[in-house]
């Protein structure tokens, strides 16, 4: 059995990979990538807490994290959107390039 | 639901009583779909605002014979539907319906002459883009009348008579391009209202009193048993009762809506609008409210009644009616617009409406109401008639000789105008002013009103025959020639000509079925009730007053054909009453130098009380504190500046710097929302350090 | 201590790793695909059957399909001249690396207060339904409304200007 | 003796487990029944091949492969042989990882589907709570397979193939969820063999098939349109329209990994008929109660076998879309009316026994589907296709 303390290092590992992704690199479509990532790592947080929680008949864990998988599917779809549409605007997705605050 | 009637004990409401809510509704749900329609949908507005009004008519005919028929078993007929519309506290607002021989009868007489009107309608507004529109209104204004005829809640009544004044707005200023109807649909509304506030207040203080709304609740209802007693012991200001005061509150309400003295000035202005609307709303239904409402109150108003059966509130019913009927009378024999001079005819025939309600009870002058209600609709629409032939004229001295040119208009209205001046025997006219008359011969109070109500029928009678002899002799003096006006609008003027003559077999001495019905008596047929010498009597005066009237005024225009342009055979006569007359008696402009000016006054002070008054206060503390922000600038510059620019110049360096962080970078702040999260892990595990 | 967690967890870092790191666009958007499949794994190791499949369903499904899409639409597939990393990767890199340092120092620290075993939850589907539809029936419909909103906003933000008729 | 019909393969398996020492006997059973699906269907693949060729040569008045072994049974192993000795050609430009893992991820997301699929009384493989939705998750990751295809080999048809084919998938794929979902509500479980046994029972000689309900014809209709769709298949066979791209995101493919592509597709449209069967069909149950004897796995692969010949048939029968009428097809048309038979499986489900709920959801979809059909011809979005060019 594996204790739950693996689980959630593995989740920080990959949130942190997430934000590495989110910071390091220009291109706003991996940026988006690695905001996904990191919600992937807090939904296996709270996979991981409901099941070694005291209460699991209770889903509350299991509830958050499919919610928030509906909900990242709808940021997802929104911010490709975004980026599109910055895209046609600016004709291009490189964030250090995107840095004036009004069209 | 239970039912109650006034004289017999509670029985359960008939199936008719139940779906009763249909009558009105009907015409408004109509009125609400017209609405939707767009403009040109034409045909289906006619066919949805006549379906419904019909089916309305069935509906009341059946309710009618329901009524008539539990008349005809001597259990009078009077059951009510209410519910409980919301409930605050302890108190209950309830609605309701009612069905009784008032109701019946009134449901009849405006769904048939509505029916009638609109059929009318729709030959007379054809050439109208807003065709739609009209009939919407008139199905609404429909439907709201129908709701005041059956209401038992007087709350309920209220409502549907807002409706109905708000309909009548909509049509008087129908076509609101010109300016005068726009004005004058101002002036209607305005005026119905100074008379509905008072309404307002007396349903208020009724409710206050006894507690409910409803007017029939089985002996619980506001004009029934213990709440009308409570009422009556209740004294009110000046020694009157306050059965006495809320009724005459209630009457300044009808008041207003029938165009009585003083707040009948809205209702000549009224014929700005279509005629239809003038026959429907200005003759034959909407200012029968009034009376239908005082009516309806009647127990109220009848309440503690005297030995004569009179009571104050009935007094001043009476003396208020007769002089309108006088006063309005007068006022029509000078008119020169056919139209105007029908709408005087009106309010004077509200007068005796009213006269006969303060003098001889309900019946009296119900009776009157339905007769005029058909033969005025009848005058109207010929009225309209002739216009619509005359190409939109109304001066009766640019018309002439149409007995010719439209012989079927010539003959209706010939009949109503007879009907109107009451020619005896044959026109229910007569029939129902003679009941009048009669009673107010009989008044134990004072002759006078009698006089008044005669001299009126005079004056009836001759400004009638001006009119028709104006209109319908002589030659022709317009400029484009007359023609017959079309099928769709003749036939209901035939229609209704017939009931002009015949609704008179209803009320005769010999037969008060009429007045049976509403007193819930046995109405027997008694030949030698004609031979009854107070009534040959009667008979003779009216005879007198109409040979008199009819004469006189033939004398004075009959068949000579004056120019246009010539004064009038009266005022070359007597000029100056002629003046007084056809100004109305100055009316408008006594209220115009009164009221209005008044309150233009009032708006002037109130203006130079902002202006100066208050105006100054305020321009004074500006001035001090202005002097405070010149000492103040005074320190500032000298004092504070020198220390506080330093400041200013650090802070914005320390601004610039910050400033550098607002990259507009999305990664920047993310780095800096993930650093702040750094720190807060750090911090939460520093803390929770065991 | 399962060898299968020990697959699959690295099976996911090392996706999770290639997807931050790799320069083509497309392989990162395949290579975070693989992260969520071992994500899902990890959900269904630990007996969340639904959220692993709808896990799989959702993201690998569509959201992985999505940014396949916006990297195509976005001509993103060629490699830009200057670089893929951000000039200031480096500040990047070590806030994340502390980051996980401090979330990692938690875990740590809190390990032994941590279970390591715990039975496994009985937990139906059908139990997951009945919740959603009685105790989280609101948050339900808010994600409902939200899903709604999102898809009509991304329309209306992807979509192009009309210039003229279609 | 029926029951032993039956429950053949179960006993064959236990039987042949029974063989093996304790400690391994849940895993070999296991792959036993894994070893027995990877055999069936890829023979029944090979048998379908020759089927459908003979079947489209008769609709198109020609006579099919007839040289291989008796009426041209052995066509599919020549093909087979064939195939894997030609060369592996891969574009040199290609990506070489990808374009290689690209059939493997689609064959193997494929075979993943038939695990939850009861193919019998008792002959599943993984009775699994979320049954469904695991099928519909590994159904969702072929189409990441067909991207990688099409991305992979740096070829404009193949990346135009495979981009129609993904919006294609995607498009039909909501419909495909929802109008399962409709079947999920009434059995109240994702369980497929649960699913199966909500279907069991007769009333009379008549089975209680979901089909034989207003919306479960309208559902099995809707989700017929969205499987072929999602299997590429004529009328929606775009993605690898000849005419238009080559052979859409397979076009750079050759030799063995074109068979597992050409594999993978048949399998992905077995698997969904079996889905469907399961769904709709009553699963392996007889179509009437005297039936009951004849074996159901029997039922199960009839079943199947008749709706790969509907397949076949429309493939011979219909014309290719164009993309814009497939979209607005499925956007505008199938997805509204699924959602509607939703909403009218809800009303089904509560409205309680009785006829009354027959007429009502009958009504409403029978409206609803003549509605948007006139709509959607008065504006011309899935009409009579418009020749713009050609007059």
């Not at chain 3, 967890?9 to 790793?17: I, P, Q």
């Not at chain 3, 715990?118 to 899903?147: F, M, S």
């Not at chain 4, 430009?93 to 690209?102: D, G, Q, T, Y």
């Not at chain 4, 979809?365 to 050609?390: C, Q, S, T």
Request: charge should be neutral.
């Amino acid at each position: 059995m594996t204790p739950l303390a693996s689980y959630l290092l593995v989740a920080a590992l990959v949130f942190a990979i997430g934000l590495a992704g989110a910071l390091v690199r220009r291109n706003a479509i991996l940026v988006l990538i690695g905001i996904e990532l990191m919600l992937n790592a807090a939904n296996l947080n709270f996979i991981a807490f409901w099941r070694y929680g005291p209460h699991p008949e209770a889903l509350t864990g299991m509830m958050f994290a499919i919610f928030s998988i509906a909900v990242a599917a709808a940021e997802a779809a929104v911010g490709l959107g975004l980026v599109i549409a910055i895209y046609r605007h600016a004709q291009t997705t490189d964030l250090d390039k995107m840095n004036r605050m009004k069209g | 639901m239970q039912a109650a009637t006034l004289f017999t004990p509670q029985l359960a409401a008939s199936p008719i009583a139940k779906i009763l809510w249909l009558i009105p509704a009907m015409p408004i749900v109509a009125s609400g779909v017209i609405s939707l329609l767009k403009q040109p949908r034409r045909k289906a507005a006619t066919v949805l605002s006549i379906g419904s009004l019909s089916f309305s008519l069935l509906l009341s005919l059946i309710a009618f014979a329901h009524v008539v028929a539990g008349w005809a078993q001597g259990a009078a007929v009077c059951e009510t539907v209410n519910f409980t519309w919301f409930q605050f506290g302890s108190t209950t607002v309830d609605l309701g319906w009612v069905l009784d021989p008032l109701s019946s009868v009134m449901l009849v007489m405006v769904t048939f002459v509505g029916l009638l009107i609109f059929i009318y309608s729709i030959g007379y507004m054809a050439h109208d883009e807003n065709y739609t529109r009209f009939f919407c209104f008139l199905s609404l204004f429909a439907g709201a009348m129908l709701g005041v005829v059956i209401s038992n809640s007087i709350l309920l009544l209220f409502m549907s008579w807002e409706i109905v004044g708000l309909t009548s707005y909509l049509l008087i200023g129908f076509w609101y391009q010109k300016p005068s109807a726009a004005a004058a649909a101002k002036k209607a509304f305005l005026t119905t209202r100074v008379g509905d506030i008072f309404f307002l207040l007396g349903i208020v203080w009724l409710f206050a009193q006894t507690g409910t709304l409803l007017f029939y609740n089985h002996g619980a209802g506001s004009i029934e048993g213990w709440a009308l007693t409570g009422l009556l012991a209740q004294p009110a200001a000046l020694g009157l009762s306050a059965a006495t005061a809320i009724g005459l509150l209630i009457f300044a309400g009808a008041a207003g809506k029938s165009g009585q003295l003083p707040l009948h000035v809205w209702l000549p202005d009224a014929m700005e609008g279509p005629t239809p609307v003038s026959a429907l709303i200005h003759a034959a239904t909407m200012v029968a409210a009034g009376v239908y409402l005082i009516a309806r109150v009647y127990p109220l108003m009848q309440a503690g009644a005297l030995a004569g059966g009179t009571t104050p509130a009935l007094t001043v019913v009476t003396w208020v009616g007769a002089s309108t009927a006088l006063f309005a009378a007068l006022i029509a024999v000078a008119q020169n617009d056919i139209k105007r001079i029908l709408a005087y005819s009106t309010i004077s025939q509200l007068g005796y409406m009213m006269a006969g309600l303060g003098l001889g009870g309900v019946a009296v002058g119900m009776f009157h109401l339905i007769t005029h209600a058909f033969f005025k609709a009848l005058l109207f629409m010929g009225a309209g008639s002739v216009i619509h032939g005359c190409h939109e004229e109304q001066d009766i001295r640019k018309m002439g000789g149409l007995k010719s040119a439209m012989p079927l208009t010539f003959a209706t209205y010939g009949i109503g105008m007879l009907a109107l001046c009451g020619v005896p025997i044959f026109f229910s006219g007569f029939w129902s002013k003679d009941a009048i008359l009669e009673s107010a011969h009989g008044w134990p109070l004072s002759q006078a009103p009698f006089y008044m109500l005669v001299f009126g029928a005079v004056l009836t009678a001759f400004y009638m025959t001006r009119q028709i002899s104006y209109v319908f002799f002589g030659a022709y003096r317009g400029h484009n020639h007359a023609h017959e006006s079309p099928r769709v609008m003749t036939t209901p003027l035939a229609i209704l000509a017939f009931f002009a003559v015949a609704l008179g077999v209803i009320g005769t001495p010999a037969w008060p079925w009429f007045r049976a019905f509403l007193d819930n008596r046995a109405a027997d047929v008694s030949l030698h009730a004609f031979a009854e010498p107070a009534w040959l009597m009667l008979l003779l005066t009216s005879c007198v007053i109409v040979v008199l009237g009819i004469g006189f005024g033939w004398t004075l225009y009959g068949n000579k054909s004056p120019n246009a342009e010539a004064p009038d055979a009266l005022e070359r006569a007597v000029p100056w009453i002629w003046a007084v007359l056809r100004d109305k008696f100055y009316v408008d402009e006594f209220y115009g130098a009164t009221f209005i000016a008044f309150y233009e006054w009032w708006a002037r002070v109130a203006d130079w009380l902002d202006r100066r008054v208050w105006g100054g206060a305020v321009a004074a503390v500006t001035w001090l504190f202005g002097l405070w922000a010149q000492l103040n600038r005074f320190l500032d510059t000298n004092v504070v500046d020198g220390t506080f620019d330093k400041g200013c110049e650090e802070i914005s360096t320390g601004g610039g710097l910050l400033a550098s962080i607002q990259s507009g970078r999305v990664q920047n702040y993310l780095r800096i929302l993930a650093l702040a999260v750094v720190a807060l892990v750090a911090i939460l595990i520093w803390s929770s350090r065991p | 201590m399962s060898p299968v967690f020990y697959l699959v967890s690295a099976m996911t870092v090392a996706g999770a790793l290639a997807a931050v790191l790799l320069k083509p666009l497309v392989h990162c958007a395949l290579a975070v695909t693989v992260a969520f499949a071992g994500l899902a794994f990890l959900f269904l190791s630990l007996d969340a059957q639904f959220a692993g499949f709808a896990q799989i369903l959702v993201y690998i499904g569509a959201v992985a399909i999505l940014i396949v899409f916006a990297i195509l639409l976005t001509k993103g597939s060629e490699l830009p001249r200057d670089g893929v990393f951000s000039r200031s990767w480096l500040a990047g890199v070590v806030i994340s690396a502390a980051v996980f340092a401090a979330l990692g120092w938690a875990i740590l620290r809190s390990a032994w207060t941590l279970p390591h075993e715990a039975a496994v939850p009985a937990v139906t589907v059908h139990d997951i339904g009945v919740a959603l539809v009685d105790r989280y029936v609101l948050p339900l419909e808010i994600v409902a409304l939200l899903l709604t909103a999102a898809t009509i906003g991304a329309v209306i933000v992807a979509m192009h200007e009309k210039e003229g008729a279609k | 003796m029926i029951d032993k019909m039956d429950q053949i393969f179960v006993l064959l398996q236990h039987w042949l487990v029974a063989f093996l020492p304790l400690s391994l006997q849940p895993v070999a059973s296991v792959l036993l029944a894994v070893v027995a699906i990877v055999c069936v269907f890829p023979a029944l693949f090979a048998l379908t091949t020759v089927f459908e060729r003979k079947g489209l040569a008769r609709i198109q008045n020609r006579i099919g492969p007839n040289r291989v072994g008796p009426f041209g049974i052995m066509q599919p192993i020549a093909d087979g042989i064939k195939s894997l000795t030609k060369e592996d050609i891969v574009p040199s430009i290609a990506n070489a990882p990808v374009h290689f893992l690209a059939p493997v991820v689609l064959v193997v997301a494929v075979f993943m589907g038939f695990a939850v699929l009861p193919m019998g009384r008792n002959m599943v493989l993984v009775d699994m709570d979320a049954g469904l939705l695991f099928y519909f998750a590994m159904g969702a990751s072929t189409e990441v397979s067909v991207f990688m295809a099409g991305w992979s080999s740096r070829n404009k048809y193949s990346l135009l193939g495979a981009m129609r084919a993904v919006a294609q998938m995607i498009s039909y794929e909501v419909v495909l969820l929802l109008s399962s979902v409709s079947v999920v509500m009434i059995a109240g479980s994702l369980s497929l063999t649960k699913i199966v046994a909500a279907q069991s029972g007769y009333t009379g000689i008549f089975p209680h098939w979901y089909i034989f309900t207003p919306w479960g014809l309208v559902g099995f209709i809707m989700y017929a349109i969205a499987a072929t769709a999602e299997t590429n298949r004529s009328p929606f066979d775009l993605p690898e329209g000849e005419s238009e791209l080559v052979a859409g995101y397979h076009t750079e493919y050759s030799g063995f990994k074109f068979a597992l592509f050409f594999l993978g597709e048949y399998l992905a449209m077995f698997s969904i008929s079996g889905l469907g069967t399961t769904l709709f069909l009553g699963g392996w149950s007889a179509p009437f109660s005297f039936l009951t004897f004849i074996p159901s796995w029997i039922w199960f692969f009839s079943k199947l076998m008749m709706s790969i010949f509907v397949f076949i048939w429309m493939r011979g029968t219909l014309p290719r879309l164009r993309q814009d009428q497939l979209m607005n097809f499925a956007w505008k048309f199938v997805l509204p009316l699924t959602l509607l038979n939703l909403m009218v499986t809800a009303l089904w489900r509560f409205m309680g026994e009785g006829w009354a709920r027959w007429g009502v959801c009958s009504a409403i979809l029978i409206a609803a589907y003549i509605l948007m059909g006139r709509v959607g011809m008065y504006k011309e979005h899935f009409g009579p296709r418009r020749y713009r060019y050609a007059e």
